[in-house]
């Protein structure tokens, strides 16, 4: 199995800066993809900020110039630094990863527990 496992969440005022981890864990021969996603109450979960095994990355426009994705291969690890926060940020973040168990090419989607992000003063 694979594990993702969150941190970094939490209340912070608007104009702050957070920054979240993800951690990927279990049997694993290759993380691909990994990325953030948001879900606010009675919205759709919409992707945030991708980064490809090549540290090819792409945002969603509300947080381009914001947001910076990065991620260290060596420790399956993603991580999202969220600066000039806005309230309409405040959501559940949830990390994703696309992994091969096993070498043979077949690839898993995974998700983690979800952090919340509160942006309020």
């Known amino acids: 199995q694979v594990q993702l496992v969150e941190s970094g969440g939490g209340l912070v005022q608007p104009g702050g800066s957070l920054r979240l981890s993800c951690a990927a864990s279990?049997?694993?021969?290759?993380?691909?993809?990994m990325g953030w996603y948001r879900q606010a109450p009675g919205k759709q979960r919409d992707l945030v900020a991708q980064?490809?095994?090549?540290?090819?990355?792409n945002y969603a426009d509300s947080v381009k110039g914001r947001f910076t994705i990065s991620r260290d291969n060596a420790k399956n690890t993603v991580y999202l630094q969220m600066n000039s926060l806005k309230p309409e940020d405040t959501a559940v973040y949830y990390c994703n990863a696309v992994v091969d168990r096993t070498g043979r090419d077949i690839t898993g989607n995974y998700w983690g527990q979800g952090t919340q992000v509160t942006v309020s003063s």
């Open positions: 980064i490809t095994s090549g540290a090819i990355t």
């Open positions: 279990g049997t694993i021969f290759r993380v691909y993809a």
